[in-house]
Nanobody
Framework: QVQLVESGGGLVQAGGSLRLSCVASGRTFSSYGMGWFRQAPGKGREFVAAINWSGGSSYYRDSVKGRFTISRDNAKNTVYLQMNSLKPEDTAVYYC????????????????WGQGTQVTVSS
């Protein structure tokens, strides 16, 4: 069983930055693919970014490419999402997720989910 706890959300003006963190319990964090997803009010949850077990490979949804960076520190059991040049349309609850099999843009590939952290970007 893996527990994921996100932090770092908050209120920021458009153009600002935030860094989200997700700390995982357990000793097998380094074997998991990790992903970040988000859910805006009234919308479904969508993929944001994913990273493989070593941190050597990652990919992003088109709308965040060049603005967001996913990274991980396996020694700290933590995955990060650095968000720069934030836009009001980035407002959502952000979730991290862990996959025992692979990193993916598909929610169905993930076995464990955090409780989410709110990000609000004002215009």
């Amino acid at each position: 069983q893996v527990q994921l706890v996100e932090s770092g959300g908050g209120l920021v003006q458009a153009g600002g930055s935030l860094r989200l963190s997700c700390v995982a319990s357990g000793r097998t964090f380094s074997s998991y693919g990790m992903g970040w997803f988000r859910q805006a009010p009234g919308k479904g949850r969508e993929f944001v970014a994913a990273i493989n077990w070593s941190g050597g490979s990652s990919y992003y949804r088109d709308s965040v490419k060049g603005r967001f960076t996913i990274s991980r520190d396996n020694a700290k059991n933590t995955v990060y999402l650095q968000m720069n040049s934030l836009k009001p349309e980035d407002t959502a609850v952000y979730y991290c997720a862990a996959s025992r099999r692979r990193y993916s843009s598909s929610q169905g590939a993930y076995d464990y989910w955090g409780q989410g952290t709110q990000v609000t970007v004002s215009s």
